[in-house]
């Protein structure tokens, strides 16, 4: 008779409740990786003086951060599919916790955009693995909702990570903020170790007649996301300085962000509880709030009450935008999760870093009023490519159906 097998059994999806555990961890560490990327955003106007550099310079410390993430999304994740997936989110974890030391310490600016640059490369790594986690760690049906779940730690980093360290930095200085950021860092790797299940990788989908259409609809999901990120980070990178410029005290500016933030969860709940049912048009409703918040932004600026109202507007409809691009990705079966993730990683970082450098020239030549125009042209063309592929992006009878024959196969071959 055999000897009894040491090794712990596989982790096998089941329902949310099931992986509860696993996807607040998941969360939790997503928060931190949004706050590590954004937090120069609200901290700008204090980088650039300390540091004896403009404002649209200090701006280009989330550009390198962003372009270093959409470099290295699929070349990092290809080069760690072998590794265990836990210990390459662990990984990331540590590597955050040092890029923030090290930028809290930093005597220039170029030491503190090299430590970004650290971070971006772990930041590759990080949603690259993190999306196709929460994937594999229920079933196929509950894909979105789990995403939807997981986003909440993104929209936690915009709700309470960037206002805070911004708060933070207004009181005591730029550089404490991230001392802070790097205990919180060190505290999230902790309990992701603790809570997390290990899942295996791989499970690329078949090859089959459908391969071309499906990498099709993949490719048709990250442009959109692309889009919708560039559009949203053109604005948002340069928030801080639009509501300055629209009379807004100094001292009010991180409660403001931390309201306007909070605003986020209402678009994060909603997807979380549409998008398993109601896909498309989640994600038709979502870019179309964002759309209208970002144009009514620039119509109403400088008025100080009706920009606020504008960018909470804003807030809403994207606080569901990376779970509605993550889901449709996935489903879309275009490639395995961890590619996926990659891909999805990747344009939302040419998002973020062409956001943020595309904000800077329109700040500098056209001035700042002209930003919100400019970030709400792109969101609209990431709303068209959604409305015309309708494959990538499908309605509830048809994604429940595709999840239904991908749950009776389960996972093929690995990568």
Known sequence: MPAPSSRPAAWQPGDVRDAAGGLFALALATFVAVTTELVPVGLLPLISDDLAVSESVAGLLVTAYAFMVAALALPL?????????????????????????????????????????????????????????????????????????????????????????????????????????????????????????????????????????????????????????????????????????????????????????????????????????????????TLSVVACGVLALGIVFPATVGTLVAAAVWSIGFGAVAAVFQTAAIRTRGASPDVVGALVNATANIGIGGGAALGALVLDGAGVAAVPYTGAVLVVAALVVVLVARKAFPGGAAADAEDARHGSRGETKDE
């Open 77 to 285: 994740t290809s080069a760690t599919r072998r590794l265990p997936r836990k210990t390459v989110l662990l990984g990331t974890l540590a590597v955050y916790t040092a890029s923030n030391v090290i930028v809290a310490l930093a005597p220039t600016f170029a030491v503190v955009a090299g430590a970004r640059a650290l971070g971006g490369a772990a930041h590759a790594v990080f949603f690259s693995v993190s999306i196709g986690y929460a994937s594999r760690l229920v079933r196929p049906h509950l894909a979105g909702r789990a995403l939807a779940l997981v986003t909440l730690g993104a929209s936690a980093g915009f709700i309470l990570g960037v206002p805070l360290s911004t708060s933070l930095g207004t009181a005591v200085g730029w550089r404490d903020a991230f001392l802070v950021l790097t205990g919180v860092c060190a505290v999230a790797g902790v309990l992701t170790a603790l809570l997390l299940p290990s899942v295996p990788g791989g499970g690329a989908p078949p090859d089959d007649a459908a391969r071309g259409a499906r990498r099709t609809a993949l490719a048709q999901v990250t442009t959109a996301n692309a889009l919708a990120y560039l559009g949203h980070f053109t604005v948002y990178t340069y928030v801080s300085v639009l509501l300055l410029a629209a009379g807004l005290a100094t001292a009010a500016l991180g409660p403001a962000l931390l309201l306007i933030g909070a605003l986020g969860l209402i678009g994060a709940a909603f997807a979380a509880t549409r998008l398993d049912v109601r896909p498309r048009q989640t994600t038709v409703i």
